[in-house]
């Protein structure tokens, strides 16, 4: 996926962590090189922005907000979640067993989760 080229509109296939599935998206903002940089769920309106194919901000639709925010909970990459402070949130990565990184809108997180 790295050389591919994507065009604005055009249709792409990937984890929507709103879905909790592989939906298709639409290629909201495109650079000049090919890179998609905006794309939104088909099924959701969830938006996912990216910069150097990494994801950095979500937005999600109205459809679905995460469950609230537990530290007793244990969490996997791409569940969503409710944080009381920081509002609707994706787990963006698993740092170790006690530790996770969230992204709340365009901000980062880290998080404490599995916490016995
Ligand atoms: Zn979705």
Partial sequence: MI???????????????????EQNHTAQSVTKLGKMTKAVCDACG??????????????????????PYSQSQKYKKGQAMMHSTF?????TA??????IDVLFGDQMRRLVHARQ
């Fill in 3 to 21: 050389d591919k080229k994507f065009e604005l509109g055009q249709t792409v296939e990937m984890p929507c962590s709103v879905c909790d599935a």
């Fill in 46 to 67: 969830t938006v996912s922005a990216f910069r150097r194919g990494k994801k950095v901000s979500v937005d999600t639709g109205k459809t679905k907000a995460g469950t």
């Fill in 94 to 99: 698993v740092v170790d067993a006690q530790k």
């Fill in 87 to 91: 509002g609707q949130g994706e787990v």
